[in-house]
């Protein structure tokens, strides 16, 4: 079948009426995925095969993130999915074509550790520990390697404090990606037109933070932005079976003049916590120093009191202890981060909980640049897989691979592949329970336009 000229990848597989496993072969040589997976039918036995049929080049680059393992299965988000994980990476030895595996972030979790558990000493020991529990993924990642496949890992927030070097002592041979201190970007592709990160540096509430508590821990040692205390309350509330509790945390009642944009900032911050802790309501109360930590500068324990902003003697809106004046170290922590294009704090602290927002990220970044020729960007992070084209552009979030995507329930366990070459392209898949492929690519990027 002959792909029309002037059609778009997507406007091509609709017009065809493939729908969702879009077993299509594009014969004019920019796109042969009838590798696009004779999927559905390849793997119906559980036998190990391919993930589909394999092409004459090597030029597949598969990618994943956020596969969040953790210390101990009691609470870890990834466990049903790790045997599915397991025998994907089997699947992926088989696939010939296939040129890299990069893990995009949230490998090995830091982050997500219930409140009573801790405090955490000793990194080193922790990830080899995360590892351990996870030992059939290391050992096939191994494998994987040893299939000829280039592995790439590039680091995530909730194992951002994994010192460069210790994953390579866990897996030898893989390559790690560093380009800040708790950041990696890596650029990949025939022409280095291909750019992989987890995309946290975008993110206020999860990207490193060395600044704002630097004081208060007389330390330069912190990294720890809120997010980390997010993921640990998250971790207990969901332990805990989700309670729905009241709370009568405070609450801002004037709002500042749009022309403040310091206070607006901070107004800003203030609500995305008003709302996440009236949804995450654990046990504990208000004052409760809940969180005991003894890494990144921090020694001590804290309350959600301590952070929570609210409004100073002086008027100004900020939380007394922990992460003060949070939106003026926003500048600073860009730098630091190496963002390449800066952002504004109030763009940046409203549009971090909402995925629409990497995708301009991407853009701004990457994807809309003169000076540079970026076509194909894949991200991570916020668990909502999506795929969106512009032309011979593509933006791609790989998903999540926890047991349960509260974040997007209809899919887990995806991962996009990106056929690197003269003319780029790329798809989005889940791998399902039963082992075969489902195409997202024709459905997540009209729904999360």
């Known amino acids: 079948m002959k792909r029309e000229k002037g059609l778009s990848r997507r406007e091509f597989l609709n017009k065809t009426a493939m729908g969702g496993l879009a077993l299509a072969t594009v014969l004019d040589g920019s796109f042969l995925f009838s590798n696009r997976v004779a999927a559905a039918g390849l793997t119906a036995g ?25 210390i101990d299965d009691g609470f870890a988000e990834t466990v049903h999915n790790k045997a599915l994980f397991v025998e994907f ?11 890299e595996l990069v893990i995009a972030g949230d490998f090995l979790d830091e982050w997500y550790l219930p409140l009573n558990y801790g405090p955490v000493n000793d990194f080193q020991d922790f990830f080899y520990q995360v590892a351990m529990n996870n030992q059939t993924v290391i050992e096939m990642l191994k494998q994987v390697m040893q299939a000829g496949i280039k592995l790439v890992y590039v680091i995530g927030n909730h ?10 002592r866990l897996l030898p041979g893989v390559i790690e990606i560093h380009d800040a201190k708790g950041i990696g970007r890596y650029i990949t592709g025939d022409r280095g037109e291909i750019v992989i990160e987890h995309c946290h540096r975008y993110d206020p509430y999860s990207a490193p933070d060395r600044v704002s508590n630097r004081e208060l821990c007389q330390s330069d040692a912190t990294m720890y932005p809120p997010g980390y205390f997010y993921a640990r309350m998250a971790a207990s509330w969901v332990k805990e079976g989700r309670p729905k509790i009241k709370k009568n945390f405070p609450v801002l009642t004037k709002i500042p003049d749009a022309t403040n944009t310091d206070q607006t900032g901070a107004y800003v911050y203030a609500k995305i916590l008003e709302g996440l802790f009236n949804k995450i309501t654990v046990k504990s109360a208000f004052e ?36 003060r004046h949070f939106q003026r170290s926003w500048e600073a922590r860009q730098e630091m981060n190496d963002v390449w294009v800066k952002i504004s ?91 075969s492929l489902n195409d997202l690519s024709l459905s997540v990027g009209a729904v999360n336009r």
């Not at 589909?52 to 393992?69: E, M, T």
């Not at 990476?89 to 040129?99: A, I, S, W, Y």
């Open 345 to 435: 704090f109030k763009e940046a602290g409203a549009g971090a909980v909402a995925h629409k927002y990497f995708y301009s990220c991407a853009g701004k970044q990457y994807l809309d640049r003169k000076d540079a020729s970026y076509d194909v960007v894949v991200f991570g992070h916020t668990h909502i897989p999506d795929f969106q084209q512009n032309g011979k552009k593509f933006y791609i979030n790989s998903g999540t691979w926890v047991d349960h995507n509260t974040d997007y329930p209809q899919a887990t366990r995806t991962f996009a592949v990106v056929e690197t070459g003269a003319v780029n392209n790329a798809a989005l898949y889940e791998y399902r329970r039963d082992g």
């Open 288 to 323: 409760d120093k809940v969180f005991a930590v003894n890494t990144c500068g921090f020694h001590g324990s804290y309350s959600l009191q301590d952070m929570y902003p609210v409004e100073q003697p002086d008027g100004t809106i900020s939380a007394p202890l922990l992460f």
């Open 46 to 70: 559980r036998e190990i095969q391919p993930l589909w049929q394999a092409g004459s080049r090597k030029d597949k680059i598969v990618v994943v993130s956020d596969l969040h393992f953790g």
């Open 89 to 99: 990476l089997q699947k992926l030895q088989q696939t010939t074509d296939v040129r």
């Open 159 to 168: 194992d951002m404090n994994m010192a460069p070097g210790l994953l390579s």
